[in-house]
């Protein structure tokens, strides 16, 4: 072979047509080209990208002699139109995929090949040595592409070139490859360096520090056995990533992390993660919030662990579905109700956040133990549940068309959310399956499902409205019940509110195609592209609906939520002697409510501080627990001030989000799943009693600010 180098790009490549959809720097790619180099040294010359432009330009400039693509089902279209861009400019060039969007069996691996012509192998599972035996491959041919594909390949899957246009289409598939143990095997791409230019100000930095779950949720690729076991790499190792992070980071004023650990806080060496992390913010400022999962098992050491943070992480109960023949059906277990009962109650008293997960429809829920789940989850007292559409995804079992046939599904296409772009004169979609029924749970159920879903996410979720289902439950009124309340009293809500609502389900049965090629002939027409340019369609429509809830029409669903619960409590106690008491409270919680949210997400909003005068403590009314009248609460001395502030912390927050992701709805939309749970952007409080600013809902300040998620 020549003495030139093996010339590898490789991508993690995102959609940038209105924002960075996925804006993390790409540590996946940077293990991969990490390992390569430790194993080929000044043999290869690599590059990483992760914008699409970029990765476009340089392969006309400077073609190379292999390019590898991560392949999720937000990127899979997009990766297969740069292969083949670069199987154009340079028909030699060996183009590789690999990432979670891949079948399983070898029927649907060959199909799904069979759709992508310009990819000549992939990748099974990790990727690492996978990539490292296709460059060898490349050295052993002496970069001729004729006797590349001659034998297999180990840790990788491919068609034999002159099989793929014929009926005999052949696969040739190498022996699965043993996962790496020792992941400290794979060095840094953080220390070595290679992922510095992603420090650009536009991306998130991801860390990992551990890899395997122990659960096997048919909905999951991670469900696999492949992946039960657990591999770690070392204490140092993740404190050296972490302080090298914090160090860039702090300085481009980025303010969040994600975690790409799936079950992090179960394990106890996630306690000194911990510890690095705090030790980070104290020298850098940095992380001021972390987006992560965390197992859903060992929940007293998640509390324990993550406690170290205050209120950095929001727990989240995963449950999925509170049915329990759903989760036979989908083989999983869920922590027990009551203890969910007992660490929301314990995780209130702290002040911190607490999270619930839905996914509708699984096999074998209805429509009424759906509503019962809900109901549950609510009553148990979760800050927030995330209701999330089913999705068909490639190495799960809802892939697989005999057990589509025995749970009866129906599914449709949609594009992912802002997940499109013209490159090169060429439109480019990514979309995915998603399941919009089942034998047991029909359409109709889904769109009453889907806005079931909204409400829960604008009205609960967060926290905004959140002193009005406390005190309804003083007159016996779940906070499932009042959302239903609210959405069957719909049409007597402001305009603007009604748009909303309306607008949505209207938007819910439009992102919904019967097959691929619909959704691609619809599209790709001008017209219709233009409309995703605008943030007309396309976008993820609960956060986007949520984002303009609050925005646009947050004073007037706090008008709307406080005539309905006095109306309803007027009905549901029709002897009471008088109600005036009651009217006054409701409308003081109205009145603090529009003070806490106020310039919530608006980049016009002054952010000055404000200050209202009120009868009653609030402030300690939510303290001790909600669990008595306000009139237990009123001033001694008449109406006292409360000032509402924005702290230092969260306007240096306000201005990061603000200026990697935008302002416009779809912007907003992101910025939603970014921040650490709606509350931590509530204005801060201060009264007679405390002088300094504290978080509404902790008596103790703490300005960690984080979110994750516990799922299995």
Same mark, same amino acid.
């Given at each position: ?18 924002? *960075? ?50 392949? *999720? ?36 691996? &060959? ?17 690492? &040595? ?95 056995? *492949? ?169 799960? &079992? ?72 406390? *005190? ?241």
């Amino acid at each position: 072979m020549s003495n030139t180098k093996l010339k590898i790009y490789l991508g993690d490549i995102t959609y940038d047509t209105i924002i *960075y959809v996925s804006d993390t720097i790409p540590i996946n790619i940077g293990y991969v080209g990490s390992y390569i180099k430790k194993n080929f040294g000044d043999k290869v010359d690599i590059e990483l990208f992760k914008y699409p432009n970029d990765i476009l330009k340089k392969l006309k400039e400077d073609p190379p002699d292999m390019i590898g693509l991560s392949n *999720y089902s937000w990127n899979s279209n997009l990766s297969e139109f740069i292969a083949s861009f670069a199987k154009k400019i340079n028909p030699n060039v060996i183009t590789v995929q690999g990432g979670t969007n891949f079948p399983y069996d070898e029927y649907s691996q &060959k199909k799904f090949l069979i759709n992508r012509p310009s990819t000549d192998v992939y990748t099974i599972l990790e990727g690492e &040595k996978s990539c490292t035996n296709i460059v060898q491959r490349i050295f052993d041919v002496n970069k001729n592409i004729k006797n590349f594909f001659e034998t297999p390949i180990d840790g990788c899957i491919f068609i034999k070139p002159e099989t793929r246009n014929t009926k005999n289409v052949t696969t040739v598939k190498g022996k699965i490859l043993d996962r790496i143990k020792d992941l400290d095997e794979i060095p840094s791409p953080y220390l070595t360096g290679i992922l510095d230019k992603f420090f650009d100000g536009n991306l998130t930095p991801f860390l990992e520090t551990n890899r395997g779950c122990p659960f096997t949720c048919s909905f999951c690729h991670t469900g696999d056995f *492949y992946f039960h076991k657990l591999n770690k790499f070392s204490e140092k190792r993740v404190k050296e990533e972490i302080d090298y992070i914090g160090k860039k980071a702090g300085k481009l004023g980025i303010t969040n992390l994600h975690l790409a650990d799936v079950n992090f806080g179960m394990y106890p060496t996630d306690k000194k993660t911990c510890e690095f992390f705090l030790e980070s913010k104290k020298k850098y400022n940095w992380p001021l919030q972390i987006i992560g999962t965390t197992g859903k098992n060992a929940k007293e050491r998640v509390i324990e662990i993550t406690g170290i943070l205050g209120d950095m992480f929001a727990i989240n109960m995963a449950m999925q579905s509170m049915s329990e023949t759903v989760l036979k059906n989908i083989e999983r277990t869920n922590i027990k109700l009551d203890h969910m009962d007992t660490i929301n109650e314990h995780l209130r008293k702290e002040g911190r956040n607490t999270m619930g997960e839905l996914i509708v429809p699984l096999p074998g829920e209805t429509k009424e133990s759906f509503i019962d789940g809900l109901n549950t989850m609510l009553n148990s007292g979760v800050s927030s549940v995330c209701i999330y559409t089913l999705m068909m995804l490639h190495g799960t &079992k809802f892939q697989e068309p005999e057990y589509r046939k025995k749970f009866g599904y129906e599914s449709k296409f949609r594009i992912v959310p802002l997940d499109f772009g013209e490159y090169e004169g060429h439109k480019i979609f990514d979309y995915e399956e998603v399941g919009i029924a089942s034998k047991d749970f029909s359409f109709g159920d889904y769109l009453g499902a889907r806005a079931m879903a909204l409400l829960v996410e604008s009205l609960h979720n967060g926290r905004p409205f959140d002193e009005f289902f406390k *005190y309804a439950k003083l007159f016996d009124i779940q906070p499932a019940t009042m959302l239903k309340i609210l959405y069957d009293n719909i049409s007597n809500a402001s305009e603007d509110i009604k748009r909303v609502v309306n607008d949505f389900i209207n938007e819910t049965k439009g992102e919904l195609w019967e097959s691929e090629e619909e959704l691609l002939k619809h599209y790709r027409k001008e017209e219709n592209y233009q409309k995703l340019k605008k943030g007309e369609v396309g976008g993820n429509l609960i956060y986007k609906y949520k984002s303009l809830s609050i925005v646009k029409c947050g004073s007037s669903w706090i008008d709307f939520i406080e005539k309905q619960l006095f109306e309803t409590i007027k009905d549901k106690y029709p002897t009471m002697k008088s109600y005036l008491k009651i009217e006054d409270e409701i409308s003081e919680i109205a009145k603090f409510c529009k003070s806490k949210i106020s310039g919530l997400l608006d980049v016009n909003s002054d952010v000055s501080p404000i200050s209202s005068k009120f009868n009653y403590n609030i402030v300690e009314w939510i303290d001790e627990g909600c669990i008595k009248r306000l009139k237990n609460y009123e001033f001694e001395n008449g109406k006292e001030k409360i000032c509402f502030e924005y702290s230092n912390d969260q306007i240096v927050m306000r201005r990061d989000y603000f200026k990697r992701y935008g302002t416009g709805i779809n912007a907003l939309s992101k910025i939603v799943t970014r921040i650490a749970g709606l509350e931590s952007q509530f204005r801060k409080i201060k009264n007679n009693e405390f002088n300094e600013l504290r978080n509404i809902y902790k008596k103790v300040d703490d300005q960690w600010l984080t979110k994750y998620a516990m799922s299995g």
